[in-house]
């Protein structure tokens, strides 16, 4: 078995139970490559989201259905590899015709009722969600004009992917989750996690303000923790 679906199968495992445990939970998911194995581990274990409503973490401005979207991604690796459908899936709606009130009406739902759990992926500029560096720590959900290499990124999930801005839920909803999952893959992540881990708490690298978070469990891969002290 590859290193990556050792990971995978390993966090799978461990959502599984962690949902059955507590059935009823509200959940917050990424999208993109880091939670990709583990997704797959979900659905091949028989996970189920039947009792769970889920929230997208954010969403790229793309056109309805484009393969790169955040919410084709995710039934596309997670939901339609499912026996059932989640009680609820929420998403952000980009095509609305005022994304400040679709912001504001996401950041209310959030807020309705902290997440139970919020899975995160690290990016290599230290962004979760997509809040880029120079976010402040109580930010709301919003518009957010994507860093170049985050539109770099982007690019390689569909053709004609680069899109200049996206939506994401606010570092505000984000810190209030009852419990944090930051799940991180890959070498290239190493030096951005102990900097996330260890480094002063900041805008530069946005997911510092997880130090402030009272249960946050990290699952890094060998190669992603390689800097990290025991």
Known sequence: MRAEDEWGAAVGA?????????????????????????????????????????FLLDEFLLPDGHQARCDVMLRRMLLDRLEEAPRRFHRLDVGAADLDAECARYDTLAAARPFD???????????????????????????????????????????????EFGVTLGMKAILASHEVW???????????????????????????YLQRHPDVTVFADTPAAELLSS
Do not use: M, Q, W
């Not at 998911?29 to 009792?51: I, N, Q, V």
């Not at 991180?184 to 805008?203: D, M, N, Q, S, Y």
């Open 117 to 163: 759990l919020i899975l995160l992926g690290l990016g290599s500029n230290g962004h979760i969600g997509l809040n880029e560096p120079g976010i402040a720590g109580d930010s709301a959900t919003r518009v957010v004009k994507l860093h170049p290499g985050t539109v770099e990124h982007a690019a390689h999930y569909g053709k004609g992917a680069r899109p």
């Open 182 to 208: 930051l799940l991180v893959t890959g070498r290239h992540k190493a030096e951005i996690l102990e900097r996330a881990l260890t480094g002063p708490i900041g805008p530069d690298v946005p997911a510092s």
């Open 14 to 54: 461990l959502l599984v139970r962690r949902l059955d445990a507590r059935p009823g939970s509200r959940l917050c998911l990424p999208t993109g490559d880091t939670p990709e194995p583990a997704y797959a581990a979900f659905a091949a274990l028989g996970g189920s989201l039947a009792a769970t409503d889920v």
